[in-house]
């Protein structure tokens, strides 16, 4: 079953904008990681932030972290038309020798020229 | 080098029938990975393997579903007697190290969609 959820569902914005997208989970994590996937391909791995840090950045992304809501965001600056994707967050559980990533339901992107 | 490659990229079968999906993962990952995705959905857990160990099954959804990796590389999922609901794009994903850690790698996917 899905981990967590992503809001909003769907985001629509202008070239140079940029978009915010914020994901929720619901058990202790290990780790936390943010992908991107476009329409009929497989998923890109974005970042990766663990447990005890707080924000990472990555280019236009900036991941932020906060174990004590359950919740991160990813932020992309100065967004292009080739952004339009789903974006999803993956946890990583802090149990055991869990290797399985539990994903949420996405959020839709569209960047528009 | 090349990334993980997963073919046949659409596969069309008959309520019933058995198909078998190959994962060809970049070249000494040790970790490989396959996830069930939905139409508008995030992706399913199924199976993980570290080398040909099959350590993680908990995710395949009935007895009809094996997965296998013989040799530590290539895997194969095969689904048995396949449902309406079994429907979906099966993703595999590798990673190079068996740590917590790791980002994953994945393919473009195979469409398997049941008549």
């Known amino acids: 079953s899905q981990q967590g959820e992503e809001d909003p569902q769907a985001l629509s914005i202008q070239e140079g904008e940029n978009a915010t997208m914020n994901c929720s989970y619901k058990?202790?994590?290990?780790?936390l990681q943010w992908y991107r996937q476009n329409s009929g391909r497989g998923l890109v791995h974005l970042i990766l932030?663990?447990?005890n840090e707080r924000e990472k950045h990555s280019g236009r992304l900036r991941v932020t972290l906060d174990t004590s809501k359950k919740s991160s965001s990813l932020l992309i600056t100065a967004s292009r038309a080739a952004d339009t994707a789903s974006y999803f967050c993956?946890?990583?559980?802090?149990?055991?020798?869990?290797?399985?990533?539990?994903w949420g339901l996405g959020t839709s992107l569209a960047v528009n020229p | 080098g090349a990334g993980v490659s997963q073919s046949p990229r659409y596969k069309v079968a008959k309520r019933g029938q058995d198909v078998a999906l190959r994962c060809d993962p970049i070249?000494?990952?040790?970790?490989l990975f396959w996830y069930q995705q939905a139409l508008g959905q995030g992706p399913e857990f199924l199976t993980y393997?570290?080398?040909?160990?099959?350590?993680?099954k908990s995710g395949l959804p009935s007895d009809r579903f094996f997965a296998e990796r013989p040799e530590g590389s290539v895997s194969t999922l095969k689904i048995q007697r396949t449902q309406q609901e079994d429907s979906a794009v099966y993703l595999c994903?590798?990673?190079?190290?068996?740590?917590?850690?790791?980002?994953?790698?994945f393919g473009d996917g195979t469409r398997l969609s049941i008549l």
């Open positions: 932030i663990r447990s």
């Open positions: 993956a946890t990583v559980p802090n149990a055991g020798n869990n290797r399985k990533l539990i």
């Open positions: 994903a590798s990673s190079r190290r068996d740590t917590s850690n790791q980002p994953q790698h």
């Open positions: 070249s000494g990952h040790v970790s």
């Open positions: 058990t202790s994590i290990n780790n």
């Open positions: 393997f570290q080398n040909e160990a099959q350590l993680d």
